[in-house]
Each structure stands twice: as structure tokens, then as C-alpha cells.
């Protein structure tokens, strides 16, 4: 099955080829998609992971899945918080570089170093390749308590890739060695299940492909604006079928991504606050905690009700690929009113899976739980497919509609000014700093008498807290 650009339908087209989407060969003829068909598990509110062997003789171990980081990294030594690592001492085939690598997240990071080992997917592609591995030694509030993976799979372009660009990713290396198309999809099957319950909901990370019996309807692209995050253009949202009237640009500041290994629908605080002001102005609630909305209290329900009837459905429109025309994606509350503990025998206890964001808006796993994701990375798009398994109570809680006319939004909602990249940051902030200091030169001269000699004291240092040195947001 190949989808033609922007046409919104399916063709059929039994060779491939041209949309580089044909089958990669294995012993078995072709690369089999249904070996990958739930090779994941796991929950939104602590990730969908991959079982993976590493080294020679292999172990086995979880890793999460994650399209807003670029690194393979797993546990190297014991932790509290993890169930197993990976002993670099017992594989005969570990090799160190040497080179130390740190990751910061929005919450947690991590201090490593890089080496090269074979792995093996058990449920994904034929054969052993050669990785990239980060071996995690010390951790911050990154493995935590309870969650069921031993290590992260960075899924996104070698720009985020640390300590630099240099470091080819684990996808970059299974395109190369493996042969496969340039291209992976992702499904997760949470809609509805308790956020942190038992970790076994399925899901699937397709390697190579596009796997038809995980998606219903037409899958809908919108371009890659930028590859880095896979950062997209949001045109504009709308709440129980009402636009918020924001100015486009408010949607993408200062980025709009889509990242698995974020757990809520994150927004721009002035995005999140008329978000939360339509809903409940539209709700069928009159009196509403607010720490409900920010994510500090759970509301409950008697286990007979069904709160979700409560409340409207959200819509985000992203640019397809041809510009001149959008589609939306909507997801109804039953994803993002998520149930999360249940209290005696009486009560279902929910928590809000949308919050604030200081830096970006982010499609996380409270919206990709209604859909497949495609992340074609040979096409420098995204697509969109309405999921199978997002029901609850045997009815979708996922849309895609489409196409929409753009002419009512502006011809680029998205900053074209861009410090993303980091040797455009690093630039602009040596640039910055070499002109503050001719700068400072100047001004010392031009102030000092002549023949006059000074002794420089604490008070004569200039600080520049640069606006452009701007810390990486996960």
C-alpha cells in the first residue's frame, strides 16, 4: 500500500519504489510488517517500550520508545529504579569510544558514555546491526519508580543527537545496514486504560513501513518543517467544534512536535489557558477545581458514570502538504480525560492529559493514542491515520477530517528565524559575545582619560545573559 502526496487516499501500487515505501528483502522474501504488530508495551503515563537484545551472548532488555530524542542509551550499572542493565563486561563484542555523552530532558538527564555493540529486535527486523550505544552511569530522575524499560530509543534526526550531530542514530544505522526504506510508523494502544496501570497495553513500532491492518481510512501527511524534533505546523485549534481565535503563530512558539516519549498534550500557556477557558465555558460542569486543570488534583467519578459525556471534543488542524489546504486530527475526552486510579469500590479517579509548556507545543501520547503515526522520513512528513484500537466502549474516540481551506490562516505560522540548529546557536552567541566585547573595548576607551591608568575591580565586569542561548527543551 503507497500513499500518493497530499492525496489524502490509498493506492495501490504492489512494487513500490517510487514513494519509497517498497520492501526491504530478508530470507524471507520481503519485510514481513505483521512480525512487528504489537512488539511493544507499556502505558501513556510511563511509555511504550521495545524488548531489544544487546551483545555477545545477548541481553534482553526494554527499551522505551521515544521520537523527541535522538540518543540509544540503557542502563550501564545498577539502579534502584531499573530491574536490569546492560554489563558491558559480558558482551564480547562491546566496544568503548570513550567519549562521554550527558542528556537533559525537561525532567531528568543522564551521564554516559559511548560505545558501538550488535543488537537484535525479536519482533522487528531480520538480522544483527551494528548501534551507536550510550551506557547510562549516572541518572536524575529518569529511570522512576515502577516503569518497566531499562533504557531509551531516540527516534528523531541526528541534529539532537548529543554530544553532536556526528553520532549516527540507531535508525540512521538500521537504514544503512539493513536496507530498509527511510521510514517507521507507530501505534500505541492506550485509549481509555488506567495511565499507570498494569504496563501491558499493546502497541507497534514498525520498522521500515507502513503495516495496513494498523490504521482505518485515509492516512493524511503534513511536512517536516524542520529535522530536528519532527516539528510540524499547527494552524489552528478548536474546542467542541469552536475556533479559539488565536494567531497562528501562538500554535508553534516556539515549536509544535510530535514526541512518544511525552506523555500529555502540551501547549503554549497562552494556547493552554484559552484551551482550559473553552472547555470549561463548554463543559457540562459548572463548578470546576482548578487544580484539576493544572494537573495538582484528580477528579472522581462513581465507577458507574461516565464522565467523559461531560465533556467537548478537541481539534488540531496541521498543514498538509499541499499548503494551500489543511486537515484536522481530533481527538475526543476519553483521551485526554484519563483515567488514573481507582479508589475503593466506588470510585474511578481522572486526571487532565493536557498541560502547560513553556517552550513548545507537544503532540504527545494523550493525542498519538488515536491515531498511527507515520514518520516518513525519506518524504520529510508525518501522516496521520485513524487507529484501530483507539475505542472505548467499542466506539472511536479518534477523527481525521479533511481537506480544509488555509485561506482563512497565514502562509507560515511558523517563525522563520530559526536558532534550532546547533552550530547556528553557537554562532549567533559567539558572534554576540566577540561584538559585546569590541563593544565594551569602545566604550572603555572612549571613557578612560588619557594617561590615566585603572585598576579594574569586581564592579567593572559586564555580564551578558544572552536572550539566543536557549537550553534544549525534551
Avoid at 34 to 63: F, K, W
Avoid at 275 to 298: N, Y
Amino acid at each position: 500500500v503507497v500513499l500518493r502526496p497530499g492525496s489524502g487516499s490509498r493506492q495501490q501500487d504492489p512494487l513500490g519504489g517510487a514513494d519509497g515505501l517498497a520492501l526491504a528483502s530478508d530470507p524471507g522474501g520481503t519485510l514481513n510488517f505483521l512480525a512487528m504488530v504489537e512488539n511493544l508495551q507499556g502505558d501513556s503515563g510511563r511509555g511504550y517500550y521495545l524488548e531489544m537484545l544487546i551483545g555477545t551472548p545477548p541481553q534482553a532488555l526494554n527499551i522505551l520508545v521515544d521520537t523527541g530524542s535522538s540518543n540509544f542509551a540503557v542502563a550501564g550499572v545498577p539502579d534502584p529504579d531499573v530491574t536490569s542493565y546492560f554489563n558491558t563486561e559480558l558482551s564480547s563484542t562491546y566496544k568503548s569510544q570513550g567519549i562521554d555523552v550527558t542528556v537533559k530532558y525537561s525532567q531528568g538527564s543522564w551521564t554516559g558514555v559511548l560505545g558501538t555493540d550488535v543488537i537484535t529486535i525479536p519482533k522487528g527486523i531480520y538480522g544483527s546491526y551494528t548501534i551507536n550505544i550510550a551506557t547510562i552511569l549516572e541518572s536524575e530522575n529518569f529511570f522512576l519508580p515502577g516503569v518497566k524499560w531499562h533504557g531509551i530509543l531516540g527516534l528523531a534526526y541526528d541534529a539532537l543527537a548529543k554530544p553532536s550531530s556526528s553520532v549516527e542514530t540507531f535508525f540512521d544505522s538500521l537504514v544503512r545496514q539493513a536496507k530498509i526504506p527511510n521510514i517507521f510508523s507507530l501505534q500505541m494502544c492506550g485509549a481509555g486504560l488506567p495511565v499507570s496501570g498494569s504496563g501491558t497495553n499493546g502497541g507497534s513500532l514498525v520498522l521500515g513501513g507502513i503495516e495496513p491492518s494498523l490504521y482505518k481510512g485515509d492516512i493524511w501527511y503534513t511536512p517536516v518543517k524542520e529535522e530536528w524534533y519532527y516539528q510540524v505546523e499547527i494552524l489552528k485549534l478548536e474546542v467542541g467544534g469552536q475556533n479559539l481565535e488565536l494567531d497562528c503563530r501562538e500554535y508553534n512558539a516556539d515549536k509544535a512536535i510530535v514526541d512518544s516519549g511525552t506523555t500529555l498534550l502540551r501547549l503554549p500557556q497562552k494556547v493552554f489557558s484559552a484551551v482550559v477557558q473553552a472547555i470549561a465555558r463548554t463543559s457540562l460542569i459548572q463548578e470546576f477545581s482548578s487544580g484539576f486543570w493544572t494537573g495538582s488534583q484528580l477528579a472522581c467519578w462513581d465507577k458507574t458514570e461516565r464522565p467523559w459525556s461531560l465533556f467537548p471534543k478537541l481539534s488540531i488542524y496541521l498543514r498538509d502538504e499541499n499548503s494551500s489546504r489543511s486537515f484536522r486530527i481530533s481527538v475526543l475526552p476519553q483521551l485526554y480525560i484519563q483515567p488514573i486510579l481507582g479508589i475503593g469500590e466506588n470510585l474511578q479517579c481522572y486526571r487532565f492529559g493536557i498541560s502547560s509548556s513553556t517552550n513548545a507545543l507537544v503532540i504527545g501520547a494523550t493525542v498519538m493514542e488515536g491515531f498511527y503515526v507515520i514518520f516518513d522520513r525519506a518524504q520529510r512528513r508525518v501522516g496521520f491515520a485513524v487507529s484501530p484500537c483507539a475505542e472505548v466502549d467499542g466506539s472511536p474516540v479518534s477523527e481525521i477530517e479533511g481537506p480544509f481551506t488555509t485561506a482563512d490562516v497565514a502562509s507560515n505560522c511558523v517563525s522563520s528565524v530559526s536558532f534550532h540548529e546547533p552550530v547556528l546557536w553557537i554562532a549567533s552567541y559567539a558572534l554576540m559575545s566577540l561584538c559585546g566585547i569590541i563593544l565594551l573595548v569602545l566604550i572603555i576607551l572612549l571613557l578612560i582619560p588619557p594617561r590615566c591608568q585603572h585598576r579594574y575591580t569586581d564592579n567593572d565586569v559586564v555580564n551578558d545573559e544572552s536572550s539566543l542561548v536557549r537550553h534544549r527543551w525534551k
